[in-house]
């Protein structure tokens, strides 16, 4: 299976020993918030919780992380920030149509917001596949779109394996200075 791969490669290129507590209550969240997210995401939440690649580019999470009584709760507050994000992205697109060639979440094929960069880069699933897992990753730096067809974690392993010039500067790797930073 790819996401175990993903996830055992990104705690060895991190250096971290994923998380053994308790997983978020994925199970029918879809059905509660209207949209399922990405297995990888789901798997990668579960292993490290939120945080930061070297302090500059952080993945967003529901938020009490392995409470299972804050769940759906936690999931729909994380995806109406994602929405926010949305309205003011749309707001721009109405202005600069030929910037923004995106819909954005929760307009059907919509960018769906999953974290961003200190510089003001924002990263995104683009939700235009029924199955999640199909969604492709979109990363914006306020000039450029950048399409990967790949998942969230896989993006994460290619930014730390400087396999990619941009990405590798996005996160731009310090020696000495921790790989993941946990928040919370």
């Known amino acids: ?7 055992e490669e990104f705690a060895r290129l991190a250096d971290i020993t994923p998380c053994e507590g308790e997983a978020l209550p994925w199970a029918g969240s879809g059905t509660a918030v209207g949209v399922e997210l990405p297995a990888d995401y ?29 769940g759906v709760t936690a999931l729909r507050a994380m995806l109406d920030d994602a929405a926010a994000t949305s309205s003011l992205l ?12 995106f819909a954005f979440y929760p307009e059907p094929g919509g ?28 990363v914006w730096d306020k000039a450029d779109w950048r ?3 790949m998942g969230m974690v896989a ?6 394996t400087k396999a990619d010039p941009f ?10 200075r921790p790989v993941w930073n946990p928040r919370g």
């Not at 299976?1 to 996830?7: K, T």
């Not at 292993?47 to 580019?57: P, V």
């Not at 202005?95 to 060639?101: D, E, L, R, T």
């Open 147 to 149: 399409r990967y067809d």
């Open 167 to 176: 990405l590798s500067a996005l996160v731009a790797p310090e020696h000495g």
């Open 90 to 101: 749309r707001e721009l697109r109405g202005s600069y149509p030929a910037a923004f060639p």
């Open 1 to 7: 299976m790819r996401v175990q791969a993903d996830i």
């Open 42 to 70: 789901r798997a990668f939440v579960d292993a490290f919780g939120g945080g930061d690649l070297y302090g500059r580019l952080g993945v967003n999470t529901p938020w009490p992380l392995h409470d299972p009584s804050a």
């Open 155 to 160: 993006l994460l392993i290619r930014a730390l």
């Open 111 to 138: 960018l769906l917001a999953w974290g961003g960069g200190i510089g003001g880069e924002l990263c995104f699933w683009l939700t235009e596949a029924p199955d999640p897992d199909a969604w492709p990753v979109v």
